[in-house]
C-alpha cells in the first residue's frame, strides 16, 4: 500500500501557471509509474500525464502536451506535475496515482484501472 498526498493546487487566471507536487509513502516509489488524472465539475475523471518507474517515459493527454510537464524523484519520492499556460478548461480537482504495475515501461497509462493507489486530489480553479 501506498500514500499520497498531493499539493499546490489553488485559484489562479488563465495563462498563469501552477505546480502540482505528490508526495508518497509506503510501498517501494521507484518500481511504479506514476499518473496525474482530474475531474472536472460535472465531468468524469480523465487521465492527465503519467511517468514511468525510472522516468524514462512520459505521456500526455493531448489537451495538455506542449504545456504541461511530468517529472519525478526517486529519492525523495515525490512525482510532480508543471502546468503552464493554464486555461479555464483545466479547472478540476488533480488527483496524483500510483500504478499496479511494478516495473511497468509500456505504454498505456491513460486507463485509471491501472493505478492502484490514489491521494486525495487537490483543486485546481483557473479564472478567465
Known amino acids: 500500500q501506498v500514500q499520497l498526498v498531493e499539493s499546490g493546487g489553488g485559484l489562479v487566471q488563465a495563462g498563469d501557471s501552477l505546480r502540482l507536487s505528490c508526495a508518497a509513502s509506503?510501498?517501494?516509489?521507484?518500481?511504479?509509474?506514476m499518473g496525474w488524472l482530474r475531474q472536472g465539475p460535472g465531468k468524469e475523471r480523465e487521465f492527465v500525464a503519467a511517468?514511468?518507474?525510472?522516468?524514462?517515459?512520459?505521456t500526455y493527454t493531448d489537451s495538455v502536451k506542449g504545456r504541461t510537464t511530468i517529472s519525478r524523484d526517486n529519492a525523495k519520492n515525490t512525482v510532480t506535475l508543471q502546468m503552464n499556460s493554464l486555461k479555464s478548461e483545466d479547472t478540476a480537482v488533480y488527483y496524483c496515482?500510483?500504478?499496479?504495475?511494478?516495473?511497468?515501461?509500456?505504454?498505456?497509462?491513460?486507463?485509471?484501472?491501472?493505478?492502484?493507489?490514489w491521494g486525495q486530489g487537490t483543486q485546481v480553479t483557473v479564472s478567465s
Open positions: 496515482a500510483a500504478d499496479k504495475r511494478p516495473y511497468y515501461s509500456g505504454t498505456s497509462y491513460s486507463n485509471s484501472e491501472s493505478y492502484a493507489n
Open positions: 509506503g510501498r517501494p516509489f521507484s518500481a511504479f509509474a
Open positions: 511517468i514511468n518507474w525510472r522516468g524514462s517515459i512520459t
